[in-house]
């Protein structure tokens, strides 16, 4: 163990300890039958998937972590995980903002762990029809989780609406339109505003620009760029696109069939990558 | 190793030595595992120790090191063996080498300094923007942070007019200078240097030169690799000369210079 450093760290607001998913029936070895050095997540002699196994990092406010992989490393399963989107199979997880960090969050009930999601926690999923009610409008996307957190007062939902709006760049003109016709990058912008609604100090967001045009993909990481700066907010950011990770992040974890095959300062994993894995996954990116 | 047994292994530093920068054998190994795993060598035992106010330059030819000793010691790259004491404000050694990502992310920006030949991500910001960022990231307010970003675009040349403009469109040149002028913002206690004035054209080489000697006098310790005699000859107290990831010769920068050659300085 570390003694207290010369260097004084700021103290984690999401603290996550040997996180695991496991799909299907597992047994004793299927741990070591499975992950990066086995070459797969599925295990040969029960099949279960071990989509993610012993995750281990912590974030600070104002701080950006990057979970970079491929599709199927397992990033995802860990960031839906956190969100309670998914069961943990295993794992303890902490946020300062419930019960100043002494209570691991994956053995709350669900109710708690739903309310968590209104003020403390948010997700931006890749997909908006997961983060948006699309056959809603902007401002009523807006409006659900301000009135979950005991906002009533009509006037006051639809100031805080429009003030959201505007920081993320959506003409107001367009609050009182349907989400459906919004365009990929707009309704992005929208999902952004919902998730910030009630100031949560987490963020954690799921391939964000992904599967947008590049121009609109650059304006909408400006966006999130300028907000965790801004925001002093705590963010984990999963994607396999190593210039998303490079601008929004300072440190990262790498992973490969569910495990963390590396976690590095992200310029370090760019210039010095270790793993055999990082190692071709940088270089394919740089070619 | 922890952070105690550095300190505990660092010499005792006296306070008169003003000793910033004391690096052990450092080595730095390659592993290319997708190239039949072989092992290829940056830094082979480097020493050297930079106090307060010294400027040292790194020469040697093209491939010597001299880039990979920067980067091992602001830590892109990670050292394989040896040590880098680094002192801190207050006056506590700490290891560089075995400190972890969280550690080093604080001192970055802050205490250590880096200025690299091109202007690595976050293109898509303004001018002043990057400059200011450097200053609030390294604690001060927004709006002196501005002031001051103001003082330091001026002072390299780079108009009014180009101050809310993407850095990505600006040219080379101006780019290096925002750069710098952000990795001048609040002066930290060492500067790595890698080619800060290699893009310039002559007048804006000049101030570069001019701000880059003023830091030094103001105590910050400089380690720097140049692509011309001219600017070693003026700005380094020191020259260390590398070969193959080792120091061959080092000395003051008179007693190196005339020993020097074109072909000692390539990038």
Redesign the interface.
């Known amino acids: ?9 700021p103290d984690p607001v999401l603290t996550v300890n040997g996180l695991g998913k496991i799909y299907g029936r597992d047994d004793a070895g299927t741990i070591d039958r499975t992950g990066s050095d086995a070459g797969s997540a599925r295990d040969p002699i029960t099949g279960a998937i071990v989509a993610a196994w012993d995750v281990n990092f912590e974030v ?1 406010a104002g ?1 950006a972590i990057g979970i970079v992989g491929e599709s199927g490393s397992g990033k995802s399963t860990v960031l839906r995980c956190i969100a309670g989107d998914l069961e943990a199979t295993s794992g303890d997880v902490r946020l300062s903002t419930h019960m100043e960090g002494r209570s691991n969050v994956l053995l709350a009930d669900p109710a708690t762990r739903r309310r968590m999601r209104i003020d403390q926690l948010s997700v931006v999923y890749q997909d908006p029809s997961e983060g948006l009610a699309l056959s809603v409008t902007a401002g009523g996307n807006i409006a659900d989780p301000l009135t979950a957190a005991g906002v009533r007062s009509f006037a006051k939902i639809r100031e805080r609406a429009s003030e959201l709006l505007s920081r993320t760049e959506v003409p107001l003109n367009r609050m009182d339109d349907i989400v459906r016709n919004f365009s990929g990058g707009m309704r992005q912008r929208v999902q952004i505003a919902r998730a910030l609604a009630n100031k949560p100090r987490i963020l954690l967001l799921d391939e964000p620009t992904t599967g947008l045009d590049a121009s609109v993909a ?1 304006g909408v ?2 966006l999130i760029r300028g907000l965790l ?1 801004e925001l002093d907010l705590a963010a984990v950011v999963v994607s396999h696109d190593f210039s998303v990770i ?2 929004l992040t ?2 990262c974890i790498v992973m490969h069939h569910g495990r963390v095959v590396e ?3 992200t ?2 994993l760019l ?2 990558p ?3 894995y990082s ?2 996954l940088v ?1 394919a990116a740089r070619a | 190793m ?3 047994q550095a ?1 505990a292994s660092a010499a005792p530093v006296r306070e008169e030595d003003g000793l910033i920068l004391d690096v052990r054998e450092l080595t730095k190994e ?5 190239i039949d795993g072989r092992s290829v060598s940056g830094l082979s035992g480097v020493s050297f120790r930079l106090s307060a106010g010294e400027h040292i330059a790194l020469a040697g030819t093209s491939g010597a090191g001299k880039s990979s000793l920067l ?1 091992a010691i602001y ?4 050292p394989t063996t040896g040590n880098i004491f680094f002192t ?1 404000e ?1 006056g ?1 050694t ?1 290891d560089l080498v075995g ?9 970055r920006g802050r205490q250590i300094g880096y200025v690299s030949q091109f202007l ?3 293109p ?1 910001r303004s001018a002043l923007d990057l400059v200011t ?1 450097a200053g609030v990231y390294r604690g001060m307010g927004r709006d002196e942070a501005r002031d001051m970003a103001a003082t330091s675009l001026r002072r390299l040349n780079i108009g009014e007019h180009l101050w809310d403009v993407h850095v990505s469109v600006l040219s080379g040149g101006e780019k290096q200078r925002v750069n710098l002028a952000a990795g001048l913002m609040s002066p930290p206690r060492l500067l790595l240097l890698d080619e800060p004035v290699s893009a310039l054209d002559p007048e804006n080489r000049e101030s570069a030169i001019d701000l880059i000697a003023e830091l030094s006098q103001s105590g910050v310790a400089v380690l720097a690799v140049f692509h011309d005699l001219d600017a070693i000859s003026r700005l380094a107290t020191r020259i260390i000369v590398l070969e193959k990831g080792t120091v061959t010769r080092s000395g003051p920068t008179d007693h190196i210079l005339p020993s020097l050659t074109v072909g000692d300085v390539q990038p």
């Not at chain 2, 390659?30 to 997708?34: D, G, R, S, Y």
């Not at chain 2, 830590?75 to 990670?78: E, I, L, S, V």
Request: hydrophobic share 30%.
């Open positions: 163990m570390r003694g207290p450093s010369p260097i004084p760290t600070a701080e650059a990481l400006d700066e490079e601008m300072n440190r976690s590095a300062l310029d370090q210039e010095d270790h793993h055999p190692q071709r270089s | 922890t952070v105690e300190v390659f592993v290319l595992h997708n980067r830590r892109t790259y990670k801190l207050d506590n700490i400190l972890s990502d969280q550690e080093v992310t604080m001192l690595r991500a976050q898509r960022r």
